[in-house]
């Protein structure tokens, strides 16, 4: 069955930080990537999406993500991270007719 | 353009009891999913629509749960009776190129 892995549970960072989370898929063939966002109170909404292509994608909010098909991942990056980006990340795989999200990593940003 | 539409937003029944969530999804959208997002972890599908047919209910435990699309526009999703398990958000997404929108979710408490 398809899976999809986010590594990190829980991540705290310090406003100006790198950010890198973790998500790997087990999909064979085509695949299309998603990396969503949870705002505390807030809806899921879409941050950035792989289709085909380029395999680094830029999102909203200066967030990007790296396709390795190799590695079957799909990390999510920010070079620096603000306070206002403390949410929940979900990673989410579709293929043929079947999407399916990860556990999510909650990140905390300390001022 | 307006987003899904998702009633109630909240809802605590007791165990055993039934109860009823509504979606709207967003107009022209064909697909429309129904998550389950239980504290901690990422959505759930529980069940996927393609117009007023349904694609996947694999993961929807029919015994208690339901759910339908009539005219293959608004959906309602079930639960009859409730289990204290049953303690969720329930989200309702609609896709219209493989990219889900969500609504705000219906927060399900069994006590």
């Known amino acids: 069955a398809q899976s999809v892995s986010q590594h990190n549970h829980h991540v705290i960072l310090s406003e100006a930080a790198s950010l890198e989370l973790g998500c790997n898929y087990s999909y064979g063939g085509t695949v299309n990537l998603f990396w969503y966002v949870q705002y505390p109170g807030q809806h899921l909404q879409l941050l950035l999406k792989?289709?085909?292509?380029?395999?680094l994608v830029k999102g909203i909010k200066g967030f990007e993500a790296e396709f390795i098909k190799s590695k079957f991942s799909f990390n999510l990056r920010k070079p620096s991270v603000q306070w206002s980006d403390t949410a929940e990340y979900f990673c989410?795989?579709?293929?043929?007719?079947?999407?399916?999200f990860g556990a999510g990593t909650r990140l905390t940003v300390k001022p | 353009e307006a987003g899904v539409a998702q009633s109630p937003r909240y809802k605590i029944i007791e165990k055993r009891q039934s109860v009823a969530f509504w979606c709207n999804p967003i107009s022209g959208h064909a697909t429309l999913y129904w998550y389950q997002q239980i504290l901690g972890q990422g959505p759930k599908l529980l069940i996927q629509f393609q117009n007023n047919g349904v694609v996947d209910d694999s993961q929807l435990p029919k015994d208690r749960f339901s759910a339908e699309r009539l005219k293959g526009v608004d959906s309602t999703l079930k639960i009859q009776p409730a289990k204290l398990e049953d303690s969720a958000v329930y989200l309702c997404?609609?896709?219209?190129?493989?990219?889900?929108?969500f609504g705000q979710g219906t927060r399900l408490t069994v006590v």
């Open positions: 792989y289709f085909s292509g380029d395999p």
């Open positions: 989410a795989a579709y293929n043929n007719n079947d999407m399916r």
């Open positions: 997404a609609s896709s219209l190129d493989r990219r889900a929108f």
